[in-house]
Each structure stands twice: as C-alpha cells, then as structure tokens.
C-alpha cells in the first residue's frame, strides 16, 4: 500500500515519465520542476535611437538631474544614458535621462537598506532642470549654491587684492613711474609687498582659472621686488638706480632699467589680467 506522500511522488514520475519529451524540449530542470522559477531569457539590451539619445543629451545639456535637484550641481557630468523606467528596451524620449555615474549605478541598484529614487522622483528633478537649460541658466555660475559659496569667497580675495593694490597706490605707482635716474619712495611699494608675502590657501581663489592669473601676478610681484631690491640703493630717504652707472657702467645702468620697466609692464599687465577675469567671473 503506497503512503499518500509515495502516491503523490508516484504520481509525478508518471507526469514527469509522460511528458519527458515534452520537457524535454522546453529544458526545463529537475530544479526548474520542484519550486525554482524557471529562467527566462534577458531581454536583449536596446541601444536607445540616435534621435532620442541627442533629445536627452541636448535637453539636459549633459548635467545630471540628480546632482541638480539633491546637491544645486550644475556641472557638466561624465555620465550615461539612463532608463527610467528600468526597461532597456524602452527608449522613447522621455523615458530617457543624462545621469552622472555616481548616481546612474544608484538608481539603477536594488536595495532593501535604503529607498532607492522612484521614477516619478527623477521625472519631476528632469523636468525642473530642462526648464533650467531651455532658459539657459545651467551656464550661469551664480545658478549654483554649491558655486555661490565659492563664488563668494572668491568675490573676498577679489576684494582684498584690488583694495591693497589700490589703497596703498602700488599699482597705480608702477604704472607711472619712470626708474631711469628718478629716485622713488619704498614705501610706494607696500601694497605689492603685502600681496607678495601673502601665502596660504585662504589667500588663494576657489576658482582654478582666477588662481593662476594670481600666481602669475603673485610671481611677477616678487621677481619685481628682488630686481629693485639687488639694483637700486637708498640715497637720501630714497631708492634710486644708482646716478653714477649711467656715466659709469651705461650698460649695466640701462640694463637695469629696461629690466626693471619689463618687470613693472608684467606686474601692471598680470594684475589687469587678474581683476578684469575676475570682474567678468564673480561680478557679472
Ligand atoms: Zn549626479
């Protein structure tokens, strides 16, 4: 007498032996058989078409909504192509999103640890920030909380310097002044002075662009101060190319001078360089 459990295991060797061709050709396993589901094929990964692809990437002009809507970051992104919906297959315009990469492989991820971004979350971030391209506002910096804090600390050491060189009358000195056989007052020199002594990271600009223009001043100013400071000597309260080289040694005394008129041309044209850049990027 066969137990009810034998008969149901009977039972199915029966099926199983009856339909053995039949499963067969669909290869299914013993495992698909007994509770595992069995495989389906992947759907083959569609490439999206050219045309909705360059809708994505001209809409979004390549900045991630993600990054835009969570963190203000408005920077073109290295990125891809994402699936809102999740379907690979599916790639009518709007179902398509510029994603930096960092986010891309998040919202593409399955997790029980933590919420992931729903579809209708980025829907509504893609929409805020095609808005903001079709505007043209992605190429505004100041478009950018992240870059508003640089900015305005940039807008400070704009400030400084300007104030400094101003204020002390250094760069207005350096313009005008002539050092072949005139004397002039070291103390004319204080603004470039302080500006070439001043050192340390929060004397430098956030923006990478600003920050060479003032190295390149920064430098100019010290190589100014070393050729005044090897080649003029005080006479009477004052600094002055010595009289006497230019009846003595004329070619050492012009020399000098044409050395010290290239090097304030560089101080004058550097830091014009630096405020007219800085004017256009931080003010504007
Ligand atoms: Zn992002």
Same mark, same amino acid.
């Given at each position: 007498? +066969?137990? /009810?459990?034998?008969?149901?295991?009977?039972?199915?060797?029966?099926?199983?032996?009856?339909?053995?061709?039949?499963?067969?050709?669909?290869?299914?396993?013993?495992?698909?058989?007994?509770?595992?589901? /069995?495989?389906?094929?992947?759907?083959?990964?569609?490439? /999206?078409?050219?045309?909705?692809?360059?809708?994505?990437?001209?809409?979004?002009?390549?900045?991630?909504?993600?990054? #835009?809507?969570?963190?203000?970051?408005?920077?073109?992104?290295?990125?891809?192509?994402?699936?809102?919906?999740?379907?690979?297959?599916?790639?009518? @315009? &709007?179902?398509?999103?510029?994603?930096?990469?960092?986010?891309?492989?998040?919202?593409?991820?399955?997790?029980?640890?933590?919420?992931?971004?729903?579809?209708?979350e980025v829907k509504r971030y893609?929409?805020?920030?095609?808005?903001?391209?079709?505007? &043209?506002?992605?190429?505004?910096?100041?478009?950018? @909380?992240? #870059?508003?804090?640089?900015?305005?600390? =940039?807008?400070?050491?704009?400030?400084?310097?300007?104030?400094?060189?101003v204020e002390s009358g250094s760069?207005?000195f350096v313009r005008r002044n002539?050092?072949?056989?005139?004397? #002039? =007052?070291?103390?004319?020199?204080? &603004?470039?002075?302080?500006?070439?002594?001043?050192?340390?990271?929060? *004397?430098?600009?956030? =923006? @990478?662009?600003?920050?060479? +223009?003032?190295?390149?001043?920064? $430098?100019?100013?010290?190589?100014?101060?070393?050729?005044?400071?090897? *080649?003029?000597? /005080?006479?009477?309260?004052?600094?002055?190319? @010595? $009289?006497?080289?230019?009846?003595?040694?004329?070619?050492? #005394?012009?020399?000098?001078?044409?050395?010290? $008129?290239?090097?304030?041309?560089?101080?004058?044209?550097?830091? $014009?360089?630096?405020?007219? *850049?800085?004017?256009?990027?931080?003010?504007?």
């Amino acid at each position: 007498m +066969l137990t /009810p459990k034998q008969l149901t295991l009977g039972a199915m060797t029966v099926i199983i032996c009856h339909h053995r061709r039949s499963l067969l050709e669909f290869h299914l396993t013993s495992k698909q058989l007994f509770g595992q589901v /069995p495989r389906v094929a992947k759907k083959s990964r569609k490439k /999206p078409s050219k045309a909705a692809e360059e809708s994505a990437l001209a809409k979004s002009a390549r900045r991630c909504a993600l990054c #835009f809507a969570l963190k203000g970051d408005l920077r073109e992104k290295i990125g891809q192509i994402a699936h809102i919906d999740g379907n690979r297959a599916n790639s009518v @315009p &709007g179902n398509l999103a510029w994603m930096c990469l960092e986010h891309h492989s998040s919202f593409d991820s399955i997790t029980s640890q933590h919420k992931n971004y729903t579809k209708a979350e980025v829907k509504r971030y893609l929409a805020a920030l095609y808005r903001i391209v079709a505007d &043209g506002k992605h190429l505004s910096i100041s478009a950018s @909380p992240q #870059f508003g804090r640089g900015v305005s600390a =940039d807008r400070k050491i704009l400030e400084s310097i300007s104030d400094l060189m101003v204020e002390s009358g250094s760069i207005e000195f350096v313009r005008r002044n002539n050092f072949a056989g005139w004397s #002039f =007052d070291w103390s004319s020199l204080r &603004g470039i002075e302080e500006f070439a002594a001043r050192g340390g990271p929060e *004397n430098e600009f956030i =923006d @990478p662009e600003l920050e060479e +223009l003032r190295k390149t001043l920064h $430098d100019s100013c010290r190589q100014l101060l070393s050729i005044l400071a090897t *080649n003029t000597f /005080p006479i009477r309260d004052r600094q002055s190319v @010595p $009289d006497d080289w230019e009846t003595d040694q004329p070619e050492r #005394f012009w020399k000098v001078v044409s050395e010290i $008129d290239a090097m304030t041309d560089k101080v004058c044209c550097s830091y $014009d360089d630096l405020i007219r *850049n800085a004017r256009k990027r931080l003010l504007a």
